[in-house]
């Protein structure tokens, strides 16, 4: 079959004919039908430092994003059955630590990430963890299927933080509108935000905002989007601000746009440490800063599955691109540009 | 009366002969029982480039923590009455903006403080807002009641996020043991944590840690608190942090020795901005940060006197000093050295 | 001025000439402009076995949904001014007891009503206290400005628990779709609930439910409403039943139709014990009951200017009787017959 | 190997010699330690009503309350190992309903019990599926090891309901002290509560009850336990009450002693429908019902692991009776007389 690998410590990737793997015990094989391009995958493909320190195995086929079709299962596998159409919770858990023990398996004491710390799903075939597949609704799409991964991370950030009963009603501003901010901007919408403010510098992807619903869009390389928020607000700032862009300067207006008792979720991961204004922004607002990874095991499936197969949110905007798996080298150059929503390959 | 006061844009302060003030409408006027010092009156009376920065008012009584008894009251006020003994909330809020609408007047969007912003209270009587009394419990010795003010912050830092529903079962680590960190070992002792860590520098301070129920004790001077506190929670770290230092080094300790999925509340009040490894340390454990700041008004006041009244709590250990009002200077001295605990003034 | 009062122990009310009122300490007059019609205004018009226990006070106003214009304020009132234009909040709190002092006002345990333990809002003219008068968001039409209490009893059953964390991509039943029940299929469909079920034998109030929102109707007399909710969830059942009817029987359901875990949130008025099958239907399904009374003071009516202030919620379909005050006989007969939304009388 | 069985539908069980079962799939087998009688097992000895109707297997071993050692694993088990001493967590769930999938395997869709559903632990060995073998703390004794389950459901009840952030600082009623309500007072106790208010009929119970920390005792024989818990709290009631009798006069009484705000947990399983005074007593105090079932899996078996290793609980003066396997109908007489804590049999 063929995989897109990582065959040297250096940008890149080559598509490779591999054998089709064997599902272990506890492993079951899936025929890919979707597989889509995360912001994860462009810094391997890149080789930035955070990959070079971070990929430790090499050759790997990398790719977490999934759907396609189960077509053989290991042992001790009982479900899900071949023939089964699923996607891919991308977190491998232990399942015996603590958190996994206590239902935060999200944040799992021994996490591994396929991809990154396992063979990936940028491959004609790929090999899961069984407790990591997802049965896809058969309402949803199978095109836009592998997107419920990232479309998870975004749900996440919204209501993970105390049932999300703190966003209905709210401003909710979004600080950037890559993929997951696009989806955050629908999801806000369909939760019962009041009012949605999309803040991103490329136009294209503002654009998207809009049509996700967003109510004020603000462009950062052109408005101070402090000001933007504060004026939207009546000068009260936004109750929950969900940042995504892992900007320190973003993360440090994120805090200043907040309300006093406000929320600011972090999704976007900053390279490097952020000096925030605690003082001022954080102790004196009463502000509530939450740290987000992942999608909770398997609540978050559980909403995304309702949100997508029951229509309250459209993904089509945000997927601007879909192409051959052989075409990879031009989808990673739509992502790198920016040109782009949610880039698809399809083996 | 005599009245404490800030009468130059300098270090220091004078006791001054000034007339009783008379409460106006909806005021109450009290005569000063005792009156403890704060950190912040530490910074007004060295006039440092906060105070400098923060107090616009000169000539101005300082001070703001409180007890004492009712001797007059201004039109308009219908509680308390004449007689009643009190303490003094310190926070005057407005009232009518949206967070006092909406059970959050503790972070009113037009706050004044006693002692900051309004006449204070080391003096032999203070007018205080009659909406910011409190009864004293009779249950509550006079001379411990004016402490409520401060240990209702550690009561806020403790219960105000989720209702400190994570508290319980919790390793507890507490940063600084100036008052307010020393009533909070308390606290969460009486609040059900499985085990207090309490790391301080001073050791005067450490051991008052240790009366009041801490089971760990760390020098930071001495050992690394991160290895400390992860050593003494089998390496998951500390499920609740409460930084009561305002030290950037330390506020970024307390968030690499937060368990995953644990708390940090931020009371101590940093005067520059802080670098935080957001990505590794926040993010990736979904931790949660919580700026806290006065109390809930009057919840918080409730819990103070459940915790004192009952005797869940005793704060005797932390009250080092009691000194007459004319021997300011040396109270002053007591707080800036660390060899103390509270210091408490009696006109 | 005319003023409808009860002026005996029996049926009916009488439309009296009254001296105007005049406002004294903390109260203001408001000239009425709308005032609607309650079931509870009904009880006390047919002078029901309720009535005659709870009403102590003859002759009295009653009345206590109310919109006006200020005209005169008492002694020691700040706010609201002179020509502000208001609505009521009906439940008049003590400011002192434990309820009140921690954030529950709406709960107080001295708690009097206009209109029930105070002179009433059917008149010309009304007396209120200054504490309970709301100003209207100039967004939110005066016809409709009365109805924002009854409105607000809605809002604090959806969102009064936990924040309405549990309501988003929920389904959520309505039991009995007074105006109440019709309010709270509006705001549960803004505020992200997945699929909204009606249940109400009256075809009028059902025709208003689907025009407010909702997903199913369910006519509990020819058909099952527990096996209706069962259907229309794949056999999971609603994971929040709002019960706004009162009656035995309905409530019963109400716990028969939860999900595993739902909530069920009583606010209609049962007048007799209610028999549970709390083993089988709250016990093993660990359901959550919640009882509901008034609005949160004041985060309700903040959410209720939200909510119709932005026009994320259109109560228009469901005030489908408009009269001048003379005309009250017509109005209450309106009520009385079913065969309305929400009475709004116009002095 | 011996067994304790049902052999007819009939009071009474056989102590009988049957093989030594093998594990299956997923399963392990226990040497049985301790194995201790539950309220459950008495019904099912008896052969009351519900036994009659629930219990469809027979002959069946029953008992679900279990310490032993792992002596086989069946295949595709990789915890617990050969040589684990383990307690169970009797619920058996599914793993892959809607509850199983979103952290609430205690209320499966798909339940089954140990000892109900399927073999029990009243014998030499036991199968128990891998999944509910639970490893016990080294620092807690073999010998109340097996009380781990009932003790889960003490912790479960006062944790269940957010986080038990309403417990801290609050009088708790424990409306019966069998050994779940003793449990329950020692827990309260060591999380925070104020004050803990045992009501009990059994005076050698209620001796139990003071042992384990209760401060007020009532016996409702010889005083009305709602004015009692009334006049405790000063008037205002309980804030949590947990009602561990299922009796329903006790239900009723329970909701009669809450405060305003309040929460009522139940756990006690009342054999018929109840009837409560809803509007006085629910609604207009906005009191909280939850019903509680099993323990959250496995997060209370983490806090009873906290609770029972850090030694925060002491049980040992709730368990009474220890008695080897063959001395069980002694066993039954003293959990049916009352004249008992737990009992618990040592094979």
Known sequence: MRALRKTAA???????????????????????????????????YEWDAWAARRIT????????????????????????????????????????????????????????ILGVDLDGVFADYAVIPAPNAW?????????VASVQEPFGNAVHTIFGADGGGDLELATVA??????????????ARAAGARQVIAIEPNDLRLGIAKRMGADVLVD??????????????????????????????????????????????????????????????????????????????????EQTTTLLGSGMVDVTPVITHRLPLDRFAEGFEAVASGRSGKVVLTP
Do not use: Y
């Not at 492993?27 to 810094?43: E, F, N, P, R, Y």
């Not at 023939?83 to 591994?112: D, K, P, Q, W």
């Not at 049965?135 to 095109?143: K, W």
């Open 174 to 187: 979004v600080i950037g509108c890559g993929p997951i901010g696009l989806f955050s901007i629908g999801i």
């Open 135 to 143: 049965e896809v609704d058969p309402r949803i799409a199978p095109d």
């Open 57 to 112: 195995r090499i050759p790997m086929t990398f790719g977490h994003e999934l759907a396609g079709r189960v077509v053989a299962v290991g042992d001790e596998v009982h479900a899900p059955v071949v023939g089964a159409f699923v996607s891919a919770e991308s977190h491998a858990f232990c399942g015996h630590c603590r958190m996994c023990r206590t239902g935060r398996a999200h944040i799992c004491e021994n996490l591994r």
């Open 220 to 301: 950062p390389l052109h408005e101070d989007p402090v000001a933007a928020v504060v004026e939207a607000t009546g000068g009260h700032g936004a109750e929950v601000v969900l940042e995504m862009s892992g900007i320190a300067s973003a993360i440090d207006q994120g805090t200043r746009m907040l309300a006093h008792g406000g929320r600011l979720s972090l999704l976007g991961l900053p390279t490097a440490p952020v000096a925030l204004d605690l003082s001022d922004q954080v102790i004196f607002k009463e502000a509530r800063i939450f740290g987000v990874t992942g999608r909770e095991l398997f609540r978050t499936w």
């Open 10 to 44: 250096a940008p890149g990737a080559e598509l490779v004919e591999v054998p089709v793997p064997r599902p272990g015990p506890g492993q079951v094989l899936v025929k890919v039908h979707a597989a889509s391009i995360c912001g994860t995958d462009l810094h391997i």
